[in-house]
């Protein structure tokens, strides 16, 4: 049995005591990730409380070989679907899935609508084939046997801007209005060389640039921790 299908069956028990599902198990090179949620979102703590539970579990049933490091977290916005479960679990949302190659179309992008367990096929109402945009929904149902790797899609809207065009007009009018005090400060601010200076002060306004786009955040929160089990002869 595969490293990961191993730690799922013998960590899924444990963390669901806590109120968690065990999402997925990816062992890739020295690296074992262990992807949790819960309903309302994973928290720091709840990730820390979890890597603690599981750490002497893992150490006492060594079910990775050698030295490895173990990182607990969260899905974040967009998740691989490698298991039947996952699936199920993103029945609404957007999804892209990759076929292996010989199946017509290879690429196909829209809204996951069903999962049948049974026969492991999904039914998608496809918005893009092969990166071309269809001009109305098309419905195709996909073996899981024919999918190379899938994903869910995390649709991101449109950046507003910021005020429109009445701020833009505002804006104008601003700078216009600047510009003209500016000019008729110039053609009176000149003094004759022997003139006593008014003591009036400068002040300098301190320009902040806005933002084009607001910071972007990311929903996955991890916590490592580094593990070096003997192996159990």
């Known amino acids: ?3 990961a299908d191993d730690v799922v069956e013998l960590l899924q028990p444990v963390i669901e005591t806590l109120g968690v599902e065990l999402i997925d198990v990816e062992w890739v090179g020295s690296s074992l990730r262990v992807v949790i949620d819960q309903d309302g979102g994973i928290t720091t703590d709840r990730l820390t409380e979890v890597n603690r539970l599981i750490s002497p579990i893992l150490d006492q049933h060594d079910p990775v070989p050698g030295r490895y490091t173990l990182e607990v977290s969260s899905p974040g916005v967009e998740r691989k679907l ?3 479960l996952h699936y199920t679990r993103s029945i ?14 290879r690429r196909i992008k829209g809204r996951l609508v069903a999962f049948d367990a049974d026969a492991n096929e999904l039914t998608i109402d496809a918005v893009e084939l092969d990166g071309v945009d ?3 929904p098309e419905t195709h149902k996909i073996a899981l046997g ?4 899938s994903r869910t899609v995390f649709v ?3 950046t507003p801007k910021r005020g429109g065009k009445s701020a833009g007009k505002k804006k104008a009018a601003a700078q216009k209005t600047t510009l003209e005090k500016s000019a008729a400060g110039n053609a009176t601010s000149q003094k004759p060389a022997d003139q006593k200076p008014s003591g009036q002060k400068k002040r ?5 640039p806005e933002l084009d786009e607001p910071p972007i955040s ?16």
Request: glycine content about 6%; aromatic content about 2%; cysteine-free.
């Open 156 to 158: 991101w809207g449109p």
């Open 82 to 84: 490698t298991r039947p």
């Open 218 to 233: 990311t929903s996955t929160i991890q916590s490592s921790k580094q593990s070096e089990a003997p192996r159990h002869e």
């Open 146 to 149: 024919d999918i190379a790797k």
């Open 1 to 3: 049995m595969p490293v």
């Open 134 to 136: 269809l001009a109305s």
């Open 92 to 105: 609404g949302e957007d999804i892209v899935v990759k076929l292996e190659p010989g199946n017509e179309p």
């Open 204 to 208: 300098k306004v301190k320009q902040h």
